[in-house]
């Protein structure tokens, strides 16, 4: 029984193996690429893994045009959305979580409906209602779009980690003599500092991969944020200089991955239902 | 959706009335307290307001004009009453993108649910150091941006020196060298699915196999002992506590894929794009603002979030009455 156990779980460990290379490769392929010299990404057949790993493609895709710019417009736009957001989806967090009040419930389906929203379908009254405005082609116009998004997700969350800190811990602070709003800064907010931090970075996740409202709403190239400046790598034919695409690819991963794997303890199932995905 | 009626409402008031009534006297300090939420929700709302909620105002009132790149410029468009809507109704590209759209969403969820569900129950069978490799794995690919993905898609994808055109060749799957996987809107929709797919299937993994730790061990065991076979024991133990997970999960997979646009915009790319390749939310792009037909790109807007309402009237109502129990 024992002897057949071990063997079955040789047998699934096996399949996992198999499936982990399945599923990590596109990751592995895309920065194996990025460092393999043009020779080798050429060949009809392909290099596993380079002996001869080069950095040209980095330096070829940093120094294409517009890198930078994208790279800067994508950090003041996600700086931006993220510290306003945080600020106001903390309040309205406070509000769900430690009151009770008249219209509570409509502001929960508001802040669970728009997330449902499919985006496709926001292209045209947004890009209308802010040309009205002036607002095309300006940063400042896709920042506050991004904050109609960020909020909502911003403020459920915030709301499960205040929650989750005991009414007693309040409570204490304000029989010492603390006023309410002295509770809510000495004792509330470095014990909701760390779900400020991990629901900071999925913002940033959101923000920073966000496309479609980037490439209607930004027609300069000068103000096009990192993905549309990567989706615009390879221009309309696909005669493609592959190493400078994966390198460009990595570069733009690679802040999203390392904040990924600094959160990935956090994924809950409250934090991530309707948050951060593709 | 009316919040009409608060669950625990009555449990809520019978509180009230069991709590001495102590008579206070009107101060400064107990408005600031009973108006408090509604100040503290207000920065919010007041951004969604201006940011959403007019631009949706402004939408409904835009599909009843001829609205087009003179109109956007006068900013002001004329009335055609329910044209825009009777030209999206009467034209075929449209019922097609919607039948597509409805195919492609169910083939999605499916894949995303099924293959999701059984790596899942893997992560249950397999030594720790092998799930942790695989959770790794899973975390690198639902942290790739999907902008990032589609590239690294179609240099995997790529005619002349694509990888999978070589794995599978030497595979011995069948003769790939040199195959065109963009070469016919079934094969564009197929490489799309993999890449939807492959990028969520980790957050359903994360998921269910969360609440599958929830399932106690006895339980499966005395099952097994019973003599129930794997699937028996996965259908009438397991399920039913994981079931809620599931429909949580499916439903917002459908909405998800229902509404997909990058994907399928930048991996079949604009150059290929037409009606036989379509998705919802591409046909909508391409009849609004690439023609800029903003008034009929507004009617089909107005559609497409209709139908997607529908959709998630169960997640919004699921997720209301979660949030309600709280506080």
Same mark, same amino acid.
């Given at each position: ?11 699934w ?23 393999k ?5 050429n060949?009809?057949?392909?290099t ?20 930078w ?16 957001s ?7 967090a406070?509000?769900l979580a ?10 929960i ?5 728009i ?25 400042? +116009? ?22 989750g800190?005991?009414?007693e ?5 304000m ?16 014990l909701v500092?760390?779900g ?6 999925f913002?940033f ?16 190239q ?8 990567l ?36 994924? +809950?199932? +409250? ?8 | ?7 625990g409402?009555?449990?809520?008031? &019978? ?13 400064? &300090?107990?408005?600031?307290?009973a ?11 007041? %951004? ?38 009777s ?19 169910? &083939? ?18 397999v030594s720790?150091? %092998?799930?942790?490799?695989?959770? &790794? ?9 999907? %902008?990032?993905?589609?590239?690294v ?42 890449? %939807? ?22 339980l ?9 076979r ?15 997970i ?8 459908i ?9 399928p915009?930048?991996?079949i ?25 903003f ?11 209709l ?8 997640y919004?109502r ?10």
């Open positions: 029984m024992r002897a057949r156990r071990r063997r079955s779980r040789l047998v460990d096996a399949i996992g193996l198999l499936l982990f290379l399945v599923i990590a490769f596109p990751v592995y392929w895309m920065i194996a690429s990025a460092f010299p043009d020779d080798e990404l060949g009809l057949t392909p596993w893994f380079s002996l001869h790993p080069t950095l040209s493609h980095f330096r070829d895709a940093i120094n294409k045009p517009f890198f710019d994208g790279v800067k417009n994508s950090l003041i736009v996600v700086s931006v959305t993220v510290a306003l945080m600020v106001l989806a903390f309040l309205a406070v509000a430690k009151f009770r009040f008249t219209g509570r419930k409509a502001f389906v508001l802040i669970i409906g997330q449902m929203l499919p985006q496709a379908g926001l292209i045209i009254p947004l890009y209308v209602v802010l040309a009205r405005y002036h607002q095309v082609n300006a940063l400042s +116009g896709v920042i506050v779009t991004y904050m109609t998004f960020v909020l909502p997700f911003s403020v459920w969350v915030l709301r499960g980690f205040l929650l800190i005991p009414k811990l309040e409570e204490a602070a029989v010492d003599g603390s006023s309410r709003l002295g509770a809510f800064s000495r004792i509330l907010l470095p500092a760390p400020l931090v991990a629901t900071s970075i913002a996740i959101t923000t920073w991969n966000e496309y479609i409202f980037a490439r209607v709403l930004l027609n300069d000068s103000k096009q944020t990192a993905t549309v400046w989706s615009y790598f390879y221009g309309t034919s696909r005669n493609t200089d592959w190493g400078g695409l994966m390198a460009g690819s990595t570069l733009i991963a690679i802040p999203v991955i390392v904040f990924f794997l600094i959160v990935q303890r956090k994924i +809950g199932f +409250g934090l991530t239902a309707g948050a951060v995905r593709g | 959706m009316t919040s009409s009626e608060i669950p409402g009555t449990a809520y008031a &019978a509180e009230a009335a069991i709590r001495p009534r102590r008579r206070r006297p009107f101060t400064f &300090a107990r408005l600031l307290r108006s408090a939420p509604y100040l503290l929700i207000l920065p919010v709302v007041a %951004v969604i307001a201006a940011i959403l909620g007019y631009p949706l105002y402004y939408l409904a009132r835009l599909s009843f004009q001829k609205y087009g790149l003179f109109e956007l410029i006068a900013h002001h468009g004329t009335s055609v009453g329910w044209a825009n809507y030209s999206v109704l009467h034209d075929h590209v449209f019922w097609q993108v919607l039948v597509r759209t409805i195919v492609f969403t169910i &083939a999605n969820v499916a894949l995303t649910i099924g293959i999701g569900t059984l790596l899942a129950l893997l992560l249950t069978k720790s150091v %092998v799930r942790i490799l695989l959770t &790794a794995g899973l975390v690198l690919a639902w942290s790739m941006p999907p %902008v990032v993905a589609v590239q898609w179609v240099w995997m994808t790529n005619t002349e020196n694509g990888v999978l055109n070589y794995a599978l060749t030497n595979l011995h799957v069948g003769d790939y060298a040199q195959h065109d996987w963009y070469a016919s809107s079934f094969s564009q929709l197929s490489l799309t699915t993999s890449l %939807v797919v492959w990028g969520a299937i980790p957050f359903v993994v994360v998921t269910v196999y969360a609440g599958l730790s929830q399932v106690s061990h006895e499966v065991e005395a099952a097994e002992i019973d003599g129930a794997a699937w028996r024991v996965f259908k009438d133990v397991t399920f039913p506590i994981v079931k809620p599931f429909l949580i999960l499916t439903s917002l997979s909405i998800w894929d229902f509404g997909v646009f990058t994907q915009f930048l991996l790319d604009q150059t290929r794009i037409n009606a036989s390749n379509e998705l919802m939310g591409i046909y909508l792009y391409e009849e609004g603002y690439v023609k800029t037909d008034g009929r790109g507004a009617a089909i807007s107005i559609l497409m979030l139908i997607v309402s529908v959709l998630s009237i169960f919004v699921k997720m209301v009455r979660t949030g309600d129990e709280a506080a």
